[in-house]
C-alpha cells in the first residue's frame, strides 16, 4: 500500500446539455472544487468557504458518501480521511455540483485504496451514480464530453473546445435537479425529437469544425428540455436577447439550471458579462474559461 500523506484534488465545474444536447453534452468550466485530503483516525470534514456553508462535517458529508460508494463498488474499504474542502461552483444551480463531488469521491477512493483505475473505470462508477455521463464526464476528462449512458455502462468522447470562452448568469435561488425534470414530457412526437437529435448533431459537428456561429445558433434551437423548464426560469428570454444583442455565439439553461450560460469569442465576452450585470443586478454574472483538463491529483508533504 503506497499512500501519500497528503493528496490534493481539484476538479472542474461543468455545463451540461448545450440546448439540444440533453444528457449527452458536457464541457467543462474553469471553476472548482478543491480538496485537501490527508489519512486519519476518524473522518472529519474543514469547510474552508462560504459557498458550502452549512455541510455536514463528518461521514454524512456527500463527498465522504461517495469516496466509501466508490471504494465498495470497487471491493474495498476506504480509510477515514480529514478533508479540507472549498469550492467555486454554486450549489444546486446547474454547474454540476454534485459531478465534481462524485469524481472528487472516486479520485479520492482510488489514491487510498490504490485501486490504481483509468478514466474508463472511474467514468462508470460517476455515470452509474449520476444517471448520466455529461456532467461526469466533462468533470473527469475536461472539455467537450459527449456521452451515452447504456445499460451496460457510459461511453464517453472527449474533445478539446478552443477560441471560446463562457459567461455564467447565476440566480440567487437553488433549483433541484428533480423539480426541473418533473416538468418534461414523457414523450415526445417523432417528428420534434428527429429535428430535436439533427440540431443536437449539428451542434457537436459545428463544435468539431471550430464554427462557434453555427454552434451558437444550434445551442438555441433545443426541443427537449427548455421549451418546458422556462416556466422555472422566466428570466432566461431575457438573458438570451440581452446577450444576442450584445454579441453572444449563443445562450443556453445549464443543466437543468436555474444557471444560464452564454457562449461568446473572448473579444464579446467581458461586454456580454458587463450588459447581463446591468440588466440583473440581483443575479451572479461572471465570465468564466472552458477547460480542456478533468480533475487533477497531486500527492503533497
Not at 444536447?21 to 469547510?47: K, M
Not at 414523450?187 to 425529437?193: E, H, I, N, S, W
Not at 427548455?226 to 436577447?241: D, G, H, I, S, T
Request: glycine share 8%; net charge negative; with cysteine.
Amino acid at each position: 500500500m503506497n499512500q501519500p500523506p497528503m493528496l490534493r484534488i481539484q476538479v472542474p465545474a461543468s455545463t451540461a446539455n448545450l440546448g439540444p444536447g440533453f444528457d449527452s453534452l458536457g464541457i467543462a468550466l474553469g471553476l472548482y472544487l478543491t480538496i485537501e485530503a490527508a489519512l486519519s483516525e476518524r473522518w472529519e470534514v474543514i469547510i474552508d468557504c462560504e459557498e458550502l456553508h452549512g455541510l455536514p462535517s463528518d461521514e454524512t458529508n456527500y463527498i465522504v458518501r461517495m469516496a466509501q460508494k466508490a471504494a465498495a463498488f470497487y471491493g474495498a474499504a476506504m480509510p477515514p480521511c480529514q478533508l479540507k474542502v472549498k469550492s467555486d461552483i454554486p450549489l444546486a444551480r446547474g454547474l454540476g455540483s454534485s459531478a465534481s463531488a462524485i469524481i472528487a469521491g472516486i479520485e479520492l477512493a482510488n489514491t487510498f485504496c490504490c485501486l490504481e483505475l483509468d478514466k474508463e473505470e472511474k467514468l462508470r462508477f460517476a455515470a452509474l451514480e449520476e444517471g448520466h455521463p455529461d456532467n461526469v464526464g466533462a468533470a473527469l476528462y475536461g472539455g467537450l464530453a459527449v456521452g451515452i449512458q447504456r445499460e451496460e455502462g457510459a461511453e464517453v468522447v472527449s474533445l478539446p473546445v478552443v477560441g471560446v470562452e463562457a459567461i455564467v448568469t447565476i440566480p440567487a435561488f437553488e433549483l433541484k435537479t428533480e423539480k426541473s425534470r418533473s416538468v418534461l414530457p414523457d414523450k415526445l412526437a417523432f417528428g420534434q425529437a428527429i429535428s430535436a437529435s439533427a440540431a443536437s448533431n449539428t451542434l457537436v459537428a459545428a463544435i468539431c469544425a471550430g464554427n462557434w456561429a453555427l454552434a451558437g445558433s444550434m445551442m438555441e434551437k433545443d426541443q427537449f428540455h427548455e421549451p418546458y423548464r422556462e416556466e422555472l426560469m422566466p428570466y432566461f428570454a431575457e438573458v438570451r436577447k440581452i446577450a444576442r444583442a450584445s454579441g453572444a455565439y449563443g445562450t443556453a439553461v445549464s443543466g437543468a439550471g436555474p444557471t444560464i450560460i452564454t457562449l461568446a469569442n473572448i473579444e464579446a465576452a467581458p461586454v456580454i458579462c458587463q450588459a447581463l450585470k446591468e440588466a440583473f443586478p440581483d443575479m451572479t454574472v461572471q465570465h468564466v474559461p472552458l477547460v480542456n483538463h478533468g480533475s487533477l491529483v497531486q500527492a503533497g508533504k
